[in-house]
């Protein structure tokens, strides 16, 4: 039924390579040690250290966990904890495959960093029993490299972005060294395949290095791995094709294979050194092929070879729990324990059950230990951002509606402004799929570049080696380079077309979760905000069309805790600034902002700006006639809702001069949410003052309109709130039939005011003939002339004028 598992004591054996027999066979027995806590991990709950014979009774109801990918962490563990040693080298490790939990915890124990986080679980036989309780528990930690995890910026659950975080906290630090697992799964993922790309990007003398490892184990959870079934010349070429030279560290018997990496391992961290050497001394400035390692070793490596008669180690079968059913089989029992003991724990702990000192001596020590890396807990290092004073960019504006300026390239001045002012401390970089210039934020990249280490024409413009605004046409790129770089404690920015953003959605997930549970971690310091700017709107894709609408990032970003979300639309420039340079200088959060880049009026001069991002969103009393007593609320958010909507308060002041309109703007969307749901949410009192009981509200909204539905079901009078967004009618149109489509123009929300007022209920039947008339004559005007009527073009905000 059962058969043997690998024999991982003849080790020592052989001294063939760089380890002496004494380095090799303490080596050995480190892993086995990491190995041996695995699965202790993944299956006790009592006698850790196998002090008696072991019984159902040690054996957790639920194993949970997974084994299969942790003995090759395991084995690269220590031979970065020695390579560290000798090299003293700043290093950290990114886990792809983050299912290795296991490994990753037992080693950040073996090495100490654990118990310092975690002084419950102490360095001895209690220590390593609570270890291995906790694990898979209720209310214990996680299987996954979680945050909870010393040394981790990853956590691995949703395969694909290691080797892109990892270029993400290489930037701009220069003496780290990033060895990245990569699952041969994970390799199949559309994220990981372009993240290999990221060497175009990294520069020797200015950033750090990172390691790619292939973990070419061959399986998945129930497949073979694409790479490993194809010839290894061909995976080789594939590396070399992505710019790589690729070393290969092949086998599965422990006596050689830690002499061969130990000999690989030496080749590649030279190779490393002299790439940067000749960067940094030599001044090269050719594009070098930095070494990434495939190592082909068994899925389960140690395991058990054979339960049941069927082949374990070496197979997907060892993904998870390689056997359970421990009750129903009593085979199964001792197939546990003789697989944990030939690990021989006698050997590794002490009779207290502390780690032998010997063998503990192999891991770095102080901060050199991975677990314990500052990079890898980014805000110890975190700095704030210098952010020159954004009212130094203000759009002057004597009365609302007179000026007109493009947002987004007010807001890009102010950028390459920040920019300028962290030049020396390197810690900000402006991220963007291919849209910096598109979304009108140019000025960023004047005098700072755009990051490029592969090959340039005279042709091309502002490309540089040590360029600081990032531009790749991947979103999963821009998210994930930006991820790591926050992780590592330093500040970002990423532009996107409002449509794509979608692409990372569920990346964003994943950050927003590693935010919320670490904000719960005392020993993990807060990370500087991620910070989003979606232009190039749904309302303005004169000739994209349908493809290039969709506002749906905001419901998207809704979901996720309200203590991590922030959302902003601002409706003008000097909003913009306002809240750009909050999200800037924020911490630990997700900001959203959803500002145009189309040439469009202004409406608050820089005070009345800050005044109206400070409190979210408010009266705008030089648009109300309301005397404190309004009829109708005429609110907006976002920059062409907001003029529509101000465009309807001027018809409404023609159709109906007696009528009290209300305009308020909301620029903080989570003010609409009841206090006790996000800590930005208004008391029901004041959102009372703003939005009376009774008085029919016309909300003229960005997104899709069922948001402010939902942001609002529990506030007073919703039956009487009336919504108009973007309901998915688009096509290739001018500005304002857009608006006309989707029922959101100023005629509409005219109409729809008029005819929610109940006293104004005879003048209703005019108001609809004179609304169909209207919409005609656009319709008419657009179709024959393909542009919007001039009166609309060239419509001002001049309340006076009306009449
Ligand atoms: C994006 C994503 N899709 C699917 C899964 C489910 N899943 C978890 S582990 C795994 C197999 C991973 O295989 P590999 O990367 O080779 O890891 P290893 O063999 O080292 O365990 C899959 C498909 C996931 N975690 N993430
Ligand atoms: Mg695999």
Redesign the pocket.
């Known amino acids: 039924m059962t058969s043997a598992t690998t024999d991982i004591n003849r080790a020592a054996q052989t001294n063939e390579g760089p380890l002496s027999p004494e380095l090799l066979d303490r080596m050995n027995a480190y892993w086995r040690a990491a190995n041996y806590l695995s699965v202790g991990q993944i299956y006790l709950k009592d006698n850790p250290l196998l002090e008696r014979p072991l019984t159902l009774d040690d054996v957790k109801p639920r194993l949970l966990g ?1 084994w ?2 942790t003995p ?1 962490l395991n084995f690269l563990y220590v031979h970065w904890n020695r390579l560290i040693r000798e090299r003293h080298l700043d290093m950290i490790y990114i886990i ?2 983050g ?2 939990g296991p490994g990753l915890v037992a080693n950040t124990y073996l090495e100490g960093s654990y118990s310092e986080m975690y002084p419950h679980i102490e360095l001895n036989r209690d220590g390593i029993k609570r270890l291995f309780r906790q694990f898979s528990w209720p209310y214990g930690i996680p299987s996954h490299v979680a945050p909870e995890t010393p040394g981790s910026i990853h956590e691995g ?4 972005y290691s080797l892109v975080h990892a270029y993400g906290a290489a930037f701009d630090n220069p003496n780290l060294i990033v060895a990245c697992v ?8 559309g994220p990981l395949a372009t993240s290999w790309h990221s060497n175009k990007f990294i520069n020797a003398a200015t950033d750090g290095a990172v390691l790619p490892i292939l ?1 070419l ?5 129930a497949n073979p ?1 694409v790479l490993a079934r194809i010839p290894h010349a061909e995976l080789e070429n594939l590396m070399r094709g992505y710019g790589y030279e690729p070393f290969t560290l092949e086998g599965h018997d422990p006596a050689t294979m830690h002499q061969k990496a130990a000999a690989v391992f030496d080749k590649i961290f030279d190779r490393i050194a002299a790439i940067q050497k000749a960067a940094r001394e030599g001044g090269s400035t050719d594009r070098p092929a930095w070494p990434m390692l495939i190592m082909r070793t068994p ?1 389960g490596w140690t395991g058990p070879k054979e339960v049941d008669g069927k082949p374990v180690e070496g197979t997907w079968r060892s ?1 998870q729990v390689p056997f359970s059913e421990l009750r129903e089989k009593p085979d199964h029992l001792r197939l546990l324990e003789d697989w944990m003991r030939s690990y021989k724990p006698e050997e590794l702990f002490d009779e207290k059950g502390a780690f032998r000192e010997e063998l503990a001596d192999i891991a770095p020590k102080g901060r050199l230990r991975m677990g314990m890396n500052a990079h890898a807990n980014g805000g110890l290092l975190w700095q704030p951002l210098k952010v020159p004073s954004f009212r130094n960019f203000a759009v002057k504006v004597d009365t609302p509606g007179a000026t007109t300026a493009e947002s987004t390239r007010v807001l890009g001045k102010m950028l390459h402004a920040v920019m300028e002012a962290n030049m020396d401390s390197k810690n900000f970089r402006v991220f963007g799929p291919d849209e910096t210039a598109s979304n009108r934020l140019a000025d960023v990249i004047t005098g700072t570049g755009k990051t490029w280490e592969a090959e340039t024409l005279p042709v091309d413009e502002d490309l540089s080696p040590t360029g600081r605004v990032m531009e790749i046409l991947s979103e999963h790129m821009c998210q994930g380079w930006l991820e790591g770089y926050l992780l590592t404690g330093r500040h970002g920015f990423f532009n996107c077309y409002e449509a794509f953003i979608h692409i990372i959605d ?1 990346m964003v997930n994943q950050h927003a979760k590693w935010l919320k549970v670490t904000r719960q971690i005392p020993w993990r310091k807060p990370i500087a905000s991620l910070n989003y700017l979606l232009s190039s709107l749904v309302w303005r894709q004169d000739h994209n069309g349908f493809s290039h609408q969709d506002p749906g990032f905001i419901d998207h970003l809704l979901n996720k805790k309200a203590d991590v979300v922030r959302i902003y639309l601002p409706p003008d420039a000097n909003t913009l600034l306002s809240v750009a340079d909050h999200c800037l200088r924020s911490k630990h959060y997700i900001n959203l902002i959803v500002a145009g880049k189309q040439p469009a009026p202004q409406w608050l001069n820089m005070d009345q700006a800050v005044a109206h991002c400070t409190t979210g969103l408010g009266i705008w009393q030089w648009a109300s006639n309301d005397n404190g007593n309004p009829d109708v609320v005429i609110a907006s958010c976002g920059d062409v809702p907001t003029m529509e909507a101000l465009a309807s308060v001027m018809l409404l002041r023609e159709l109906s001069p007696d009528l009290r309109v209300r305009f308020v703007n909301v620029v903080d969307l989570m003010t609409l949410q009841p206090s006790s749901e996000h800590p930005h949410g208004l008391s029901d009192e004041d959102y009372d003052s703003i939005f009376p009981p009774k008085v029919p509200t016309i909300f003229a909204f960005h997104g899709y309109p069922w948001l402010i539905h939902r942001l609002t079901y529990r506030r007073h009078n919703h039956d009487n709130l009336h919504v108009r967004g973007y309901k998915e009618e688009g096509t290739t149109t001018t500005p304002f039939d857009m608006c006309v489509l989707n029922n959101i123009d100023r005629f509409q929300l005219a109409l729809d005011a008029i005819t929610r007022v109940s006293r104004l209920a005879p003048k209703a039947g005019d108001a609809r003939q004179w609304y169909s008339e209207q919409i005609q004559r656009h319709r008419l005007y657009v179709s024959e002339n393909g542009e919007d009527l001039p009166e609309i073009q060239n419509w001002q905000w001049q309340p006076d004028k009306a009449k």
């Open positions: 997974h299969g990918t090759g792809g495959p299912h290795g659950g949703e395969l694909g990569v699952g041969d799964g994970e390799a199949e993922t973990h184990n061959g399986y998945k959870i791995t899925k993904h569920s």
